[in-house]
DNA sequence: GACAGAACGTTGGCTTTACCAACGTTGGAA
DNA sequence: TTCCAACGTTGGTAAAGCCAACGTTCTGTC
C-alpha cells in the first residue's frame, strides 16, 4: 500500500548523491526538456535538430553544410540526414557554390521560413512548461548560469 | 586566414535564438557534461548509467528491478541489460525474493562497492571541470533551480 | 605548372540513451 | 477459481552522437 500519489511517476526517488551531481542535475533537466519539445515538434513531424538547422539559417542565414556543422556543432554526417529531409520537405535548398565547388549552399526556403514560424511557437510552449516550477528571475539567472557554462568551454 | 583561436570548437556560433531557450541550453550543457563524464568513466569501463545503478543500491540499499527502475527513472528493459553488465563483473548479485518470486532482489556486492568508490572520484573531477567557470555560489544557485525544476514535475 | 595536403559532401558503421510491445511466470483480489 | 496486475525478459525502433573512409575540389608550395 504505497502512500505515494497515483501518477506515471510513481516511485521516482533518485538518491541524494545523484541529486547533488550537475551533470545528473542537467542531464535529467534536459531529459524532460527534450520529451516536452519532442512532443510539442512531432505535432508538426519535424526533430528537434531540424528546428536547430532552420532557426540558424534564419538568423545568420545560407551557409555550406561544414560551416552549418561548425555552427551549430553537429556532425557533417548527421547535418546530411537532416538536411536531405529538409530538402525532401521543401524547407531548404542546397544548391553547388560556384566559386568553391566543393561547397553546397544551405538556404531557407519560403515554405522553410513558414514552417520554422510554427514551430518556433511550439518551441516556446515547451519552454513554458520546463520552466513553470520557476519565477520570471529565476529564468534569466539559469539561463545566465548555462550560458556562462557554455561559453566558456 | 580566420582568426579564431585554432582549437577544436573553431567556427562554434550558434544562433542568439538557441541560446535563449532553456532546453537548447540545458541539453547543450548536458552533452558537455556528458562527455566530461563518459571520458572520465570510460577509465573504468563503466557507462554513466551503471554508476547511476550502483549509487543508488549503495545509498538507497537493495531493491528490486522493477522497484530500482522507478527509482531511477529507467525503463525496465534498459535496467535488464544494465545488471546484466553489472552482474558480468560481478559489482551486483540479483536473487530471487523468496517471499515474492517474480521479484529479483538486487545487492551490491563487495567488489561492487570497491568499484563505486574509483567511480566516484571520476565523477566528481568531471563535475568540476564542468562547473570551473562559475563560483561557489553560482554552482549553489545552479543546483537549486535544476532541482526546482525536477521536483516539481 | 605539378604535387601534396586540406576541405568538402557523402556513405556507412557503431554506441548510448530512450521508449514501447509482447511473452511466460507469479502474486493478489474478487 | 478466475482475472488482472506486476515482474523479469526478449526484441525492436528511433534519436543523437561520434568516427572512419572515399572521391571530388581547392590551395599552398616547390
Redesign the pocket.
Known amino acids: 500500500m504505497p502512500n505515494v500519489i497515483d501518477d506515471e511517476h510513481a516511485g521516482y526517488d533518485p538518491p541524494a548523491r545523484l541529486r547533488r551531481l550537475p551533470t545528473w542535475l542537467t ?1 535529467e533537466v534536459a ?1 524532460q526538456g ?2 516536452l519539445v ?1 512532443a510539442s515538434l512531432a505535432q508538426d513531424g519535424a ?3 531540424h528546428f536547430t538547422v532552420l532557426t540558424s539559417l534564419a538568423e545568420q542565414g545560407p551557409a ?4 552549418l ?2 555552427r551549430l ?9 537532416l ?2 529531409d529538409l530538402e525532401g520537405n521543401g524547407l531548404v535548398a ?1 544548391a553547388r557554390d560556384e ?7 544551405v538556404t531557407l526556403t519560403r515554405p522553410g521560413r513558414t514552417a520554422l514560424a510554427r514551430l518556433d511557437k511550439r518551441i516556446d510552449a515547451a519552454q513554458d512548461a520546463l520552466l513553470a516550477p520557476l519565477t520570471a528571475s529565476e529564468r534569466q539567472e539559469l539561463g545566465r548560469l548555462l550560458q556562462k557554462i557554455l561559453h566558456a568551454s
Open positions: 542531464a531529459r527534450r520529451r519532442n526533430l528537434r535538430q555550406s553544410q561544414a560551416e556543422g561548425r556543432s553537429i556532425d557533417r554526417s548527421d547535418l546530411h540526414a538536411l536531405a542546397r566559386r568553391d565547388r566543393r561547397r553546397n549552399v
